[in-house]
């Protein structure tokens, strides 16, 4: 699976984004989806995961209330949704897709993740 991230930018705290994440390659709902963020110097960090049909999704606790995650399979295309943006929201963004089983995903674990999108920066100035 190939993965292309688009649609961060800059913006002022209390502001909204849409991250896009499109999709190639593979069966694109075959494959569970995930958002991860990384800023300088942190580890990188469990944002959103959705599951294959797009029915269960689960957030971080702090993103929960403010972040979507939605997948359209019929457009091999992931998205996140953020409002109420703060500082702290601030990174690099990535989109991952993980192959394994229902039985062992877990969605939080970026080990579970196969494959990886380039990233895309979100800035958010108070």
């Known amino acids: 699976v190939q993965l292309q991230a688009s649609g961060g930018g800059t913006v002022q705290a209390g502001g909204s984004l849409r991250l896009s994440c499109a999709a190639s390659?593979?069966?694109?709902?075959?494959?569970?989806l995930g958002w991860f963020r990384q800023s300088p110097g942190k580890e990188r960090e469990f944002v959103a995961s959705?599951?294959?049909?797009?029915?269960?999704?689960y957030y971080s606790d702090a993103v929960k209330g403010r972040f979507t995650i939605s997948r359209d399979n019929a457009k091999n295309t992931m998205y996140l949704q953020m409002n109420s943006l703060k500082p702290a929201d601030s990174a690099v963004y990535y989109c991952?897709?993980?192959?394994?089983?229902?039985?062992?995903?877990?969605?939080?674990?970026?080990?579970?993740?196969?494959?990886w999108g380039q990233g895309t920066q979100v800035t958010v100035s108070s």
């Open positions: 390659g593979r069966t694109f709902s075959d494959v569970y």
């Open positions: 991952a897709a993980s192959t394994w089983p229902s039985r062992l995903y877990s969605g939080t674990n970026s080990a579970q993740y196969d494959y």
């Open positions: 959705i599951n294959r049909s797009g029915g269960s999704t």
